[in-house]
């Protein structure tokens, strides 16, 4: 995504407000927009996150972290720092993400027990992350180039957007809808079909609020249709263009966090 491309987006989400919102047309754009609304606030930004997993028999396991995040200035590219601290067996784990617009995104995972880095390659972004029902490739968002677009309907509320991959082998996808709400650009739900069109998959956002300025899903949910298990994901104390430093996205913060930036003010 190039500069003048993410303007042109920051300044159409803040331009189609309200339900008499002009409308749009062109689904690339629609697609654009909302993935810019979900992983663009601001220049930076922190959550603390909690992670309830329910499994299809009702067993619960739970996560807590912390996720920094920060835009590179030039394409549309970031950087993402996932710290645990809860549970005990987990604290310490860190996922390190270098996201490159049109390219594979680079991950990383620090496993304290084993003091081991391990690199997660391209072919398993579509595995779970930490054992919830998201996936890897969940956390800092599918690149638009990789999937064919068609707005196939649209409501007083919201655009519903059909999605086609370009490399069908490289997913379990035949496709997917997503539903984007018009007015404050976030997707939120989002439907993957098998061939034969049975929904296997879906993720909510389930509650939104407006921090500093921007519309921001503070709740989302992940179901596996097939077993019947779900995580919900609930983000607190959330603040965006907080100033990160970008060496806290360094290869040395998998192995030490940086403490400052992971407390709240």
């Not at 970031?78 to 784990?93: E, K």
């Not at 304290?112 to 029902?133: E, N, Q």
């Amino acid at each position: 995504m190039t500069p003048a491309l993410r303007l042109a987006l920051v300044l159409t989400a803040g331009l189609l407000t309200g339900a008499a919102q002009a409308q749009m047309t062109d689904a690339t754009a629609i697609v654009e927009a909302a993935n810019e609304a979900s992983y663009y606030a601001g220049d930076d930004g922190r959550s603390a996150a909690r992670m309830m997993i329910v499994d299809g028999d009702g067993n619960r396991q739970r996560r807590q972290f912390t996720l920094l995040r920060q835009d590179v200035a030039d394409g549309g590219d970031q950087r993402y720092l996932v710290v645990f601290s809860r549970p005990a067996d987990i604290r310490g784990t860190v996922f390190r993400v270098e996201k490159h617009v049109g390219e594979s995104d680079d991950r990383w995972l620090y496993l304290p027990a084993l003091d081991l880095v391990k690199r997660i390659a391209a072919g398993d972004k579509r595995t779970s992350f930490v054992g919830s029902h998201f996936y890897y490739e969940d956390i800092s968002g599918r690149g638009v180039g990789e999937d064919r677009h068609a707005l196939i309907e649209t409501t007083d509320d919201a655009y519903i957007i059909e999605s086609t991959p370009r490399d069908p082998a490289a997913v379990a996808f035949a496709r997917y809808r997503t539903r984007i709400d018009r007015d404050t650009l976030l997707p939120m739900r989002t439907e993957y079909e098998r061939e034969d069109g049975e929904v296997y998959r879906r993720m909510e956002i389930t509650e939104v609020e407006t921090i500093d300025g921007y519309p921001t899903g503070t709740e989302t949910r992940m179901t596996d249709l097939d077993s019947g298990g779900y995580t919900v994901t609930q983000f607190r104390y959330s603040e965006y263009d907080i100033g990160l430093p970008a060496d806290i996205f360094s290869e040395r913060s998998l192995r030490n966090p940086p403490r400052e930036w992971l407390r709240r003010n």
